[in-house]
């Protein structure tokens, strides 16, 4: 019988390992109300690795503090459970896929490169808007197009890296995969993240942010991971924007965001995206660190 794209795409999916013990036990203790610092120090202790990134990123110039964080348990009073669970999703899938498509390595680190900066600024935005846990926007911004290197497993001669991975995927490019593959990257993510029992509202941000208005719960989250994804892309591509306006140039990319971005209330202005973008761009000068910190 023969198999269809979409049968190798679900076959891929239940492949991947099951979700790592050390995500599963965080998503439990910080999910229940009636757990204990000591719980969720249990629940990492074991994952040395996992640890040592912990601390690293409570030393960062992120969190700034003048003292150093010498123990776990310090470490998770600086950061917070919401904070660290985010360090431990989203270093749980870097890892996971830290090692796809070697003989690509330019590609898949402008891949990173570009995840990375999309974190940073969905994490910007959240803040500016004043959001709650602005470090799962950052979370949801780095992983928001693991679907592709999931893609890429699944078909490494026809998912050309430097076609699928690289540049940003505008609604043509979109419609060209799902007519090659039956399937897109961003459902892909949203599949391989549900079978790791990721929160919904990750889920709806991974699986909908190139469709946040057809996501079935958590609309807004979606919706700012699209925004940072441009303007992650822009960043990383500040060529593009020689000379044209940042303003005027969204549109281009995201021909009917500034409806729906405006549906939910939210500043849409020149000024309020400028700011952002420098913001941005002065963190991504400075965040090689962090992201070589969860890769690790």
């Known amino acids: 019988m023969t198999v269809s794209r979409y049968q190798e795409i679900e076959r891929q999916i239940d492949s991947f390992p099951s979700?790592?013990?050390t995500v599963a036990q965080v998503l439990s203790v910080v999910g229940s109300s009636e757990s204990s610092l000591q719980d969720l120090i249990k629940a990492i202790l074991p994952d040395q690795s996992m640890c040592v990134a912990i601390l690293k990123i409570a030393n960062s110039a992120l969190y700034g503090r003048s003292e150093?964080?010498?123990s776990l348990e310090v470490a998770i009073m600086v950061l917070g459970?919401?904070?660290?669970q985010n360090i431990v999703l989203g270093r749980s899938v870097v890892t996971a896929f830290g090692s796809v498509c070697k003989k690509d390595k330019a590609v898949i680190d402008r891949f990173w490169d570009h995840a990375f900066t999309c974190g940073l600024a969905a994490k910007i935005i959240a803040e500016h808007l004043g959001l709650s846990s602005?470090?799962?926007f950052f979370v949801g911004g780095l992983i928001h197009d693991i679907g592709k290197l999931a893609m890429l497993l699944t078909f490494p001669e026809e998912y050309d890296a430097p076609h699928w991975l690289a540049g940003?995927?505008?609604e043509e490019k979109l419609h060209e995969e799902r007519q090659t593959f039956s399937i897109s990257h961003d459902e892909v993510g949203g599949r391989f993240l549900e079978r790791w029992h990721f929160p919904k509202n990750l889920l709806s941000a991974i699986g909908y942010h190139h469709s946040p208005h057809t996501a079935p719960v958590h609309r807004g989250f979606p919706l700012l991971i699209q925004l940072a994804d441009v303007l992650a892309f822009f960043c990383c591509n500040e060529e593009l924007l020689a000379e044209r306006d940042l303003f005027a140039s969204i549109p281009q990319y995201l021909p009917n965001f500034e409806k729906q971005w405006c549906a939910q209330k939210l500043p849409w202005d020149s000024f309020t995206l400028e700011a952002w973008f420098a913001w941005i761009k002065i963190d991504h000068s400075h965040g090689s660190a962090i992201m070589s910190i969860l890769a690790s």
């Not at 459970?81 to 660290?84: A, Y």
């Open 19 to 21: 979700i790592p013990a």
């Open 68 to 70: 150093k964080v010498s």
């Open 81 to 84: 459970f919401n904070e660290v």
């Open 134 to 136: 602005p470090g799962q």
């Open 168 to 170: 940003f995927s505008t």
